[in-house]
């Protein structure tokens, strides 16, 4: 029998196992687990490779997988995951967890590692006024913050953004900016003043990506293969954590398991899982169970548990939109072959009326196939190259992204026949809103129209919360004590981003690793007896 | 000329290398299993038929019509993407402002005057 199992090897299942790793306790993580398959890394600059060698392997794929969203067009992912070799982050996560989807997109991982083997890495504390309504105060989670931080390694500046994301110590120098961040925050610099007054913030992103080496970790190589590549060692992921646990024998890893229901007998929790080998059963016995399988997987099993096939759990996610950039002077640049792909920049804007600040991250959009936007043109095929080649070098995107709350979040629900039932909600974006973005951007020299704004798709956001919120006196089924700790469940405990209660207008993965450290902390504390 | 040829000729002029024919024709097999046959007909008909396939494509993108040209069009571009021989198609390697600007506007001409050709061929055919 184990004192922890531990079901999910993402952010928060890594993060839980540390805490309890520092308390002496060996958990078991259980997980599906797959891998990426087993490729000779690129190791050249993304547009240098491609100079000289055919790249369709890399780009489409052998099976030319890459076409994902032009042959599979009611299935769409969103373009990183299109990469063949990112494709393994949602591999089968139609057969492990099968969902009607309806108004919404869902992005389920069963990686070891899970969706972070994608993610853009953007770590953020919450503040006070983003865990508004959270039974846990920011004083209790800062030690845990320091010790992620330690583990993951992050880049960044202590800005203006400060009062947003909060003051940051030994964090490494901020990655280069790409030349067209350069000038828009070249431009901020020199309307700041009057930029603050109306509430508009920009600064460098808060990134778990290095920019010095770390440990065996080398710096960024600016090598743009963000897109196509996983596991690159300066983006931290949580399978850095997890090989380096299981080397040490300090977590017992069991992957090829899918979790389908706990039971309980006196105090012993069984968690029955599937061996995906041969379909078989398998019991895991513990003392005590961590659900860190996802905001959605994590709910799945707690209805699943409780055969519950009638309530309908909240799901939120962070609404999004995307302005595409255009910054005139740089049109017919050369195109940066030279670049970090992902965020460049962060921007808040924290409108008057004490609405949540919206936060927005400037991609670079160095790193996708040209081709992904050969149909955003409205020009011939020939022409639509001319601008490919002469608009894309002068483009950045803003993913801008919206606090969510349960009013406007989805609803999740577990039907008899083993399918999650998904239904989205339209979020009322407001066209004022649209237009005072554009506004703020012209001033920065960046500009675009309402009409090019794309409106993320519900459930894109891929910031999954909110299924199994923590409240400070939990007296219902699928809410969670401030321990973590999941009412009428005693020893089952949730650590992902399900016990949120609402969503703020920021990545929530750092907070999420924190919270899971200290819930972790406090169950080693209950299971050596301390309390 | 084969469909691939043809389409590729009209995107990027030279002739198509073999390694892109073949991946094309691999993925546009598993593309027209997904239209009806009436798509795959009038596919058929476009490349066949009609010399200006180019124009034909800007005119059912906007129209919304012949999907299938449209999506085979899109699927040539990823394909040829890859190939080390046409980087200098997709990538500015020198910057060149004042160059740029001209031939985006050229481009911009260039595409209204397909785009009316391009509504005159769509009436030529079948169904559309
Ligand atoms: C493209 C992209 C960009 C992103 N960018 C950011 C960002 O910049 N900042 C940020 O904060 N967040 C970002 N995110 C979101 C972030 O990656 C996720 O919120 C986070 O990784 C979730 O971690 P998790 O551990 O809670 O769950 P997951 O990552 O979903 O991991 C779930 C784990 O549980 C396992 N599992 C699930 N169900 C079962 C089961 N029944 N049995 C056994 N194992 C199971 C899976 O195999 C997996 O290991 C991004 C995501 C994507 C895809």
């Not at chain 1, 400037?362 to 196939?369: D, G, N």
């Not at chain 1, 973590?484 to 993965?509: H, I, M, Q, R, T």
Request: with cysteine; glycine share 8%; hydrophobic share 40%.
């Amino acid at each position: 029998m184990f004192d922890v199992v531990i079901v999910g090897s993402g952010l928060s299942g890594v993060a839980a196992a540390l805490g309890f790793i520092k308390k002496g306790i060996k958990p078991c993580i259980i997980d599906v687990g797959s891998k990426p398959e087993t490729l000779p890394p690129i190791t050249e600059n993304f547009y240098e490779y491609r100079k000289t060698t055919d790249s369709s392997s890399l780009m489409l794929g052998e099976r030319l997988e890459g076409l994902h969203n032009l042959l599979h067009k009611d299935r769409p992912l969103p373009v990183k995951l299109t990469s063949p070799r990112m494709q393994f982050v949602v591999r089968g996560s139609q057969s492990f967890s099968p969902t009607i989807e309806e108004n919404y997109r869902l992005v389920q991982s069963f990686a070891s590692g899970g969706l972070a083997n994608a993610w853009g890495a953007g770590v953020y504390r919450y503040n006070k006024r983003d865990l508004d309504g959270f039974p846990v105060s920011e004083s209790e989670l800062s030690p845990y913050y320091e010790e992620i931080k330690q583990e993951i390694g992050m880049s960044g500046s202590n800005d203006d953004l400060v009062k947003y994301f909060g003051r940051e110590d030994r964090l490494q120098h901020p990655l280069e900016l790409s030349a067209n961040a350069e000038r828009l925050y070249a431009k901020y610099s020199s309307h700041k003043k009057k930029l603050n007054r109306e509430g508009v913030f920009l600064g460098r992103p808060r990134l778990a990506v290095l920019s010095e080496d770390f440990g065996e970790r080398k710096a960024c190589d600016y090598s743009n293969l963000e897109f196509w590549q996983p596991d690159l060692s300066y983006i931290y992921t949580p399978t850095l954590t997890l090989k380096k646990l299981i080397k040490e024998g300090k977590v017992i890893y069991k992957s090829g398991y899918l979790a389908k229901s706990w039971t309980r007998e006196d105090n012993v929790l069984f968690v029955h899982s599937e061996d995906i080998r041969d379909n078989s059963i398998v019991q895991f016995r513990c003392r005590k169970l961590v659900l860190a399988a996802g905001a959605v997987n994590s709910a799945r099993l707690a209805l699943a548990s409780n055969r519950d096939f009638q309530s309908r759990l909240n799901l939120l996610d962070n609404p999004a939109l995307q302005f595409p950039l255009i910054l005139l002077h740089r049109i017919g640049s050369r195109l940066e072959t030279r670049a970090f792909g992902l965020t460049q920049l962060n921007i808040v804007f924290a409108f008057e009326g004490g609405q949540r600040p919206l936060q927005g991250s400037l991609l670079e959009i160095t790193s996708p196939a040209r081709a992904e936007f050969f149909q955003n043109f409205p020009f011939s095929a020939r022409d639509n190259l001319i601008f490919i080649r002469n608009l894309l070098p002068a483009m950045m995107v803003l993913q801008l992204f919206f606090p969510s709350a349960p009013e406007n979040g989805a609803e999740l629900k577990l039907n008899a026949d083993d399918k999650l039932e998904l239904r989205g909600k339209d979020f009322p974006f407001q066209g004022q809103r649209i237009k005072s973005v554009l506004k703020t951007f012209r001033k920065l020299g960046a500009y675009s129209f309402p009409s090019l704004v794309i409106k993320v798709p519900n459930g894109f956001g891929i910031h999954y919360a909110g299924t199994l919120p923590m409240v400070s006196k939990p007296n219902r089924s699928y809410t969670c004590s401030p321990n973590g700790e999941l009412y009428g469940e005693p020893g089952v405990f949730v650590a992902d981003a399900s016990v949120l209660p609402v969503l703020p207008a920021k990545n929530c993965s750092f907070f999420v690793m924190a919270n899971a450290m200290r819930t972790a902390d406090y169950m080693s504390s209950v299971l050596s007896g301390e309390l | 000329m084969s469909d691939a040829e043809k389409i590729y000729k009209a995107i990027f002029k030279g002739s198509i290398p073999p390694s892109i024919e073949e991946k094309y024709q691999k993925v546009f097999e598993v593309l027209a299993a997904g239209f009806s046959e009436v798509c795959v007909e009038e596919y058929k008909t476009a490349v066949e038929d009609i010399h200006d396939i180019e124009a034909l494509e800007l005119a059912g993108r906007f129209r919304k019509k012949l999907p299938l040209l449209v999506h085979a069009f899109e699927i040539m571009v990823y394909i040829a993407e890859t190939v080390p021989g046409n980087q200098s198609e997709f990538i500015n390697y020198k910057t060149r402002k004042i160059f740029g600007f001209l031939s985006m506007t050229y481009g911009g001409c260039r595409s209204t005057v397909k785009f009316l050709k391009g509504l005159f061929l769509l009436r030529k055919i079948k169904n559309v």
